[in-house]
């Protein structure tokens, strides 16, 4: 009746968190999510991403990436300023504009652009042996060109 025990839980109850979870983390199409700081326990946006060059034993600190690498760690402004490096390793900051936090004019006019891009009509392919002759909500009717 409640399936197998494995580990403490059964195997319907592990089903049921499976979907639970995969439903509270899904994804809605075309949306990004905002990229939270890499730190444990903190959920502040990331505004700069941290990168090791293991050869030179140096720590970039740098803007927020444009896409999340898995080698590099996103931290918010409180991680970032008050990070430090393994002893004889060097830090390299470089400058992060307060200002590229939130989003940019470019950024809201391409958001604008997509909407008006998504909301004009598709195109449509027209008979040349056909001429409208009246239009009734989305039906048009036609007529043969004499």
Known sequence: MHGRRVRG???????????TVGAIAGTVTGVVRMRRCTRAACAL???????????????????????AEP????????HSERLTAPRGWE?????????????????????ADAVREA??????TVDRSMTEVGRRGHLRVLRPVD
């Open 9 to 19: 839980t059964t195997r319907i109850d592990r089903e049921q968190q499976s979907r």
């Open 45 to 67: 946006p990331a505004v700069a991403t941290l990168t090791y060059v293991y050869a030179d034993s140096t720590a970039v600190l740098g803007p927020l990436a444009t896409y």
């Open 71 to 78: 080698h590099c760690y996103d931290l918010c402004a409180g």
């Open 91 to 111: 830090v390299v900051r470089l400058a992060v504009d307060p200002d590229s936090y939130g989003p940019t004019a470019d950024d809201l006019e391409a958001l």
């Open 119 to 124: 909301a004009r009509p598709a195109p449509t």
